[in-house]
């Protein structure tokens, strides 16, 4: 079935440096969604990019998609404290029955150092 | 509104015993969804309701996990006999749509322990 590769599966940074984690796929992707969720917390939807090449930034969060349709990152920029927790990409698929689903990635930890 | 609201937070039960999780979706949505993490692996779908219909259950691990949704509304997923390897976090999103372009709601988990 179609999987997705996450990485890194941790990342310890110093509050102010940057951050990435990158999903890859062997398998043309027709959308992916990102999720961060808190320590103790629950996955929350960040967003979700189904363009090729497509370029969504919130804040210091920039989200990309491969012109393939293949990979998709999530950059943080000058990261702080409130970025700690780990972030899934996600891709949302239909089975054969016709039926949606989310295929996950094993989720980047972030820690940030004060 | 309300988000999806799960329970028991927290259950730590034997090996044997018998245990049933809830999820309340948000009210409207008719659709449901039951994820699993378990520790050190990724998130993995168990089934999807739509209102009170399974629409697939490809994901429920063995025929000790049974989940109903009786009147379309809140659900239940009961393990019985629970076994080790069920330990993990188990989720609960609710959706208004079923098309592929939006982002699911989720619960905040059962974290269910096995010893």
């Known amino acids: 079935g179609q999987q997705v590769m996450q990485i890194p599966q941790y990342q310890h940074v110093q509050e102010g440096e940057d951050f990435t984690t990158y999903c890859n796929s062997s398998?043309?992707?027709?959308?992916i969604q990102w999720y961060k969720q808190r320590p103790g917390g629950h996955p929350v939807f960040l967003i979700q990019l189904v363009k090729s090449g497509e370029v969504k930034k919130q804040k210091r969060l920039t989200f990309q998609f491969g012109e393939a349709k293949k990979n998709s990152s999530l950059h943080i920029t000058a990261t702080q404290t409130t970025d700690v927790g780990t972030y899934f990409c996600a891709v949302a698929t239909y089975n054969a029955g016709n039926n949606r689903k989310l295929i996950w990635g094993l989720g980047t930890s972030l820690a940030v150092n004060p | 509104e309300a988000g999806v609201t799960q329970f028991p937070s927290h259950s730590v039960i034997e090996k044997g015993q018998t245990v049933t999780l809830r999820c309340d979706p948000i009210s409207g949505h008719d659709n449901l969804y039951w994820y699993r993490r378990v520790m050190g692996k990724e998130i993995k779908f168990l089934l999807h309701?739509?209102?009170?219909?399974?629409?697939?259950e490809s994901g429920m691990p063995n025929n000790r996990f049974l989940a109903e949704r009786t009147g379309g509304t809140y659900s239940t997923l009961k393990v019985q006999p629970a076994e080790l390897e069920d330990s993990g976090v188990y989720f609960c999103a609710s959706s208004h749509l079923s098309g592929l372009n939006y982002g699911y709601t989720f619960g905040s988990g059962t974290r269910l322990t096995v010893v």
């Open positions: 398998t043309t992707l027709s959308n």
């Open positions: 309701f739509v209102k009170e219909s399974k629409q697939d």
